[in-house]
């Protein structure tokens, strides 16, 4: 009875604040409604004790409950990631939180990196498959007018990088978290190149060396499984899509002095990472950094693009351009999200029930971070600081071929 009251309480609570499409459904068979909109989004309550987690929401909390199994969510992800928010929202606390201080003690060595890099992205290719597009990249996509399809924003992406930096046939180039290959390979097909491609993954290492063979492209393309820190040699042009947000924010002018030696004089390196929009650095709000870093990207971090910028010139790199693709992102995630839905039966066949909500609504979350401005994705291209201002091009048409 207490725990009912509470609830009446705290719905009558919701509803003087907001309208929300969203029903509660109680243990015994009841159920509390927060609007008269037909629920879009229905949160069951199997016993008293997982309670808790709604009367005082966080997207942690949330998110934490579904995964666990403490709760059952049913709806769209962005309906459950949207909801999931103004009921957050509604609190009033829209807290940032700071790295915990045993977390920046913890060092990113060669073994925790390569367990963090394998938990993430060894479920199986036959996951990423399943809802990424035929090339398998996992990365912001690129739309010039937003009405492409996914495969074609992706090559546009990857050519777009490639254009950036001004790929030429016979320039060797390393690509830094390479994936399943698909930038390496295009490389090599399209713009002549001699590609190295290293990951931490056997799955990604495995399935790209398969493709790099069906190309026939053996003598043109490398893929290697190695840490970034242990590649020799100078490469004309550098790459690194969508890995610098694992290397720890301490250890950024580490990872760039790296690239600047690996660095050839006159090469051209982009990185293309996620950021924090918060100046302190801070996680997201509501608890959904928090949430990734528990259940998705452990020992993942995100710098603030002045920090980047910083943390580049340290490394002894020349910031030669900036530009901001936080739109195409959460596009790209809305649309990887899509595709999990829509195939949601086959997906749940290729892993645990735990780790299919967790990839539910992460995937959808990172939509919605994207769309409210609360993480945001850069692309830099830098060149070795103290060159011969010769080797900048006089203005950016050269990108747009």
């Known amino acids: 009875m207490f725990n009912e009251m509470k609830l009446t309480a705290w719905s009558a609570g919701?509803?003087?604040?907001?309208s929300l499409p969203l029903r509660v459904e109680l243990w015994n068979g009841e159920h509390v409604d927060l609007s008269s909109e037909t629920?879009?989004?229905?949160?069951?309550?199997?016993?008293?004790?997982?309670?808790?987690?709604?009367?005082?929401?966080?997207?942690?909390?949330?998110?934490?409950?579904y995964v666990e199994?403490?709760?059952?969510?049913?709806?769209?992800?962005?309906?459950?990631?949207?909801?999931g928010s103004e009921l957050a929202a509604s609190t009033g606390k829209h807290e940032r939180h700071f790295t915990h201080p045993l977390r920046l003690l913890s060092p990113h060595t060669r073994k925790k990196d390569a367990e963090a890099i394998r938990y993430h992205y060894d479920v199986s290719n036959d996951f990423y498959q399943a809802?990424?597009?035929?090339?398998?990249?996992?990365?912001?996509?690129y739309f010039e007018t937003g009405e492409e399809d996914l495969a074609t924003a992706q090559v546009r992406k990857i050519d777009h990088i490639l254009t950036k930096i001004g790929v030429r046939p016979g320039h060797t180039l390393l690509d830094i978290g390479c994936g399943?290959?698909?930038?390496?390979?295009?490389?090599?097909?399209?713009?002549?190149?001699?590609?190295?491609g290293v990951t931490?993954?056997?799955?990604?290492?495995?399935?790209?060396?398969?493709?790099?063979?069906?190309?026939?492209?053996?003598?043109r393309v490398e893929i290697r499984l190695q840490d970034y820190r242990d590649v020799?040699?100078?490469?004309?042009r550098i790459t690194s899509v969508g890995m610098f947000e694992h290397v720890g924010v301490k250890h950024l002018p580490e990872y760039f002095e790296r690239i600047n030696a690996l660095l050839a004089p006159g090469g051209v390196v982009m990185n293309h990472g996620i950021t924090s929009t918060d100046v302190e650095g801070r996680s997201s709000p509501y608890g959904g950094g928090e949430f990734i870093d528990q259940y998705v990207f452990p020992h993942g971090e995100l710098a603030h693009l002045s920090e980047v910028i910083k943390t580049m010139q340290q490394g002894g790199l020349e910031v030669r351009d900036v530009e901001n693709l936080r739109r195409h992102y959460a596009k790209t995630c809305a649309t990887w999200t899509e595709n999990f839905e829509n195939r949601a039966d086959d997906i749940a066949r290729l892993t645990d029930a735990k780790r299919?909500?967790?990839?539910?609504?992460?995937?959808?979350?990172?939509a919605y971070a994207f769309a409210h401005d609360w993480i945001s994705l850069y692309q830099i291209v830098c060149g070795k600081a103290g060159e011969d201002p010769a080797q900048i091009p006089w203005s950016r048409k050269y990108m747009y071929p």
């Open 14 to 18: 919701m509803r003087s604040k907001l």
């Open 39 to 65: 629920p879009r989004v229905t949160i069951r309550i199997p016993q008293a004790s997982s309670l808790r987690y709604l009367l005082s929401p966080s997207l942690y909390k949330l998110g934490r409950a």
């Open 69 to 83: 199994g403490a709760i059952d969510v049913k709806g769209r992800a962005a309906d459950m990631i949207r909801i």
């Open 131 to 141: 809802w990424l597009d035929e090339n398998m990249v996992y990365s912001c996509a």
């Open 180 to 196: 399943w290959g698909a930038l390496a390979i295009r490389a090599a097909r399209q713009f002549g190149a001699r590609v190295v």
């Open 200 to 219: 931490l993954s056997e799955n990604q290492a495995r399935l790209a060396r398969e493709r790099v063979a069906a190309a026939g492209l053996q003598g």
């Open 232 to 236: 020799g040699g100078q490469f004309d």
């Open 356 to 366: 299919f909500r967790i990839w539910h609504v992460y995937l959808a979350g990172c």
